[in-house]
């Protein structure tokens, strides 16, 4: 009797319980194990993040690394008896891929609408991100959805060619990391986007002319880890990529070499610097 007494009661808390909804995806960053119900577009994904570090390895030490500092006073690496300084460097990093031993590439899950001169738009994986020796945070290339082992990354150091050619910088949202018409070290309203900018000094005389090399034309880059590094669900992936500024004029000869040469060295030097520093878990 007593039973049929307190079933009532039981049965009014059962119809009181209100399901709780969450992000149920086992690769999200907030992966609720006590929600009952699928929330809609409340999961949160991993982040892949790209810090640069920005050396030189000096001619007279090469085994020696120091950060590199604008406006400071270098032996050029092709003949010591020659300095040279760095007044600026800037480029841009996209599509940005971990690729597995297998070969397999993963990208991100981001996607963005890019105005073109002709008034359309395009869709395109938002996957880029600006460097610079002043710019010292790490850049969020975008979000992914993976597990496992990987091998390595890829990258284009640049803007993809067919970006460059048609997109109207000028009017993309200067949020993103392509919005740039407000930044004159990466845009210039008769030149368009300069993908890889480097400005540099051939020499110590106080009143020598800097020369603005500008790179247009993106280069592929593939990178191995030291070792193969798995990625685990629900975490952040942080790179640390370092760019030596010293290979860049490896083969320079900035006693003899027109601008054009030495702009063409440097371009034939500019996916041999960069190199991987670390890559872990956040």
């Not at 709780?20 to 809609?40: F, I, Q, R």
């Not at 008769?190 to 603005?212: A, E, M």
């Not at 030291?226 to 900035?254: C, H, I, T």
Request: proline share 6%; with cysteine; glycine share 4%.
């Amino acid at each position: 009797m007593r039973f049929y007494l307190f079933l009532p009661f039981f049965i009014l808390l059962a119809g009181c319980y209100t399901p709780k909804e969450g992000c149920l995806d086992l690769e999200a960053t907030n992966y609720d194990v006590s929600a009952d119900d699928p929330c809609p577009s409340c999961c949160k994904y991993p982040k892949i993040l790209v810090q640069v570090q920005h050396f030189v390895s000096p001619a007279t030490m090469p085994d020696t690394a120091f950060a590199m500092k604008y406006a400071t006073k270098y032996h050029s690496p092709f003949d010591t008896n020659d300095f040279f300084f760095i007044d600026r460097g800037r480029f841009f990093i996209s599509d940005l891929k971990l690729v597995r031993p297998s070969g397999e590439v993963v990208g991100v899950l981001d996607s963005v609408w890019l105005p073109l001169k002709n008034g359309d738009s395009i869709f395109v994986e938002s996957n880029f991100s600006k460097h610079d020796r002043d710019i010292f945070q790490a850049a969020t290339l975008g979000t992914f959805k993976t597990v496992g082992m990987f091998s390595g990354i890829s990258f284009t150091l640049g803007v993809p060619q067919q970006l460059v050619d048609e997109v109207r910088f000028d009017s993309v949202k200067t949020t993103l990391p392509l919005g740039v018409r407000n930044d004159t070290l990466s845009y210039d309203s008769i030149f368009g986007i300069i993908p890889n900018r480097l400005i540099v000094r051939p020499d110590t005389l106080v009143d020598t002319q800097q020369i603005d090399f500008r790179f247009k034309e993106p280069k592929q880059v593939s990178l191995d880890f030291p070792q193969p590094f798995s990625v685990e669900r629900g975490y952040n992936v942080k790179l640390v990529v370092r760019l030596d500024y010293m290979a860049l004029f490896k083969f320079v000869d900035f006693k003899n070499d027109t601008e054009a040469i030495i702009k063409a060295k440097i371009d034939s030097q500019l996916t041999n610097a960069f190199s991987i520093v670390s890559i872990k878990l956040e």
